[in-house]
């Protein structure tokens, strides 16, 4: 399974590039949602799941969300926020876009697996 992990944060692409790679991922990453289309747009098969910022330059990340939701292609790809947006709106707006998790930073690494359980991308119960 491949995951995208789109975060204009180095550090924070490392730290989630470090979960999902435990978890049985293989990781591509973008730091912003226009570097992250043009990904997709050169890989033979997008990625299962997409772990998203919000606040990014060029395109954030409620702007790659209806991007990627407006293509049929991309249509199968699971959609996770992962952003310091916590306002209820802003949680609203993502998932009405197309987002299908949604988790506040700072988080932890089980808060990540349990989302990615309950989307039913890896085993329940995989870290403990």
């Given at each position: 399974?491949?995951?995208?992990?789109?975060?204009?944060?180095?550090?924070?692409?490392?730290?989630?590039?470090?979960?999902v790679?435990?978890?049985?991922?293989e990781?591509?990453?973008?730091?912003?949602?226009?570097?992250?289309?043009?990904?997709?747009?050169?890989?033979?098969?997008?990625?299962?799941?997409?772990?998203?910022?919000?606040?990014?330059?060029?395109?954030?990340?409620?702007?790659?969300?209806?991007?990627?939701?407006?293509?049929?292609?991309?249509?199968?790809?699971?959609?996770?926020?992962?952003?310091?947006?916590?306002?209820?709106?802003?949680?609203?707006?993502?998932l009405?876009?197309?987002?299908?998790?949604?988790?506040?930073k700072?988080?932890?690494?089980?808060?990540?697996?349990?989302?990615?359980?309950?989307?039913?991308?890896?085993?329940?119960?995989?870290?403990?």
């Amino acid at each position: 399974m491949h995951a995208m992990v789109i975060d204009d944060s180095r550090a924070m692409r490392l730290i989630l590039r470090r979960i999902v790679t435990q978890l049985g991922f293989e990781v591509h990453e973008a730091g912003n949602g226009r570097e992250a289309l043009e990904l997709l747009e050169k890989m033979d098969e997008p990625p299962t799941v997409a772990l998203i910022d919000w606040n990014m330059p060029e395109m954030n990340g409620l702007e790659f969300v209806t991007a990627v939701r407006s293509q049929e292609r991309y249509r199968q790809i699971t959609l996770m926020m992962v952003t310091t947006e916590s306002e209820h709106g802003q949680i609203v707006r993502a998932l009405a876009a197309g987002a299908h998790e949604y988790v506040i930073k700072p988080f932890t690494p089980e808060a990540i697996t349990e989302k990615l359980a309950l989307l039913g991308l890896v085993p329940s119960g995989t870290m403990s």
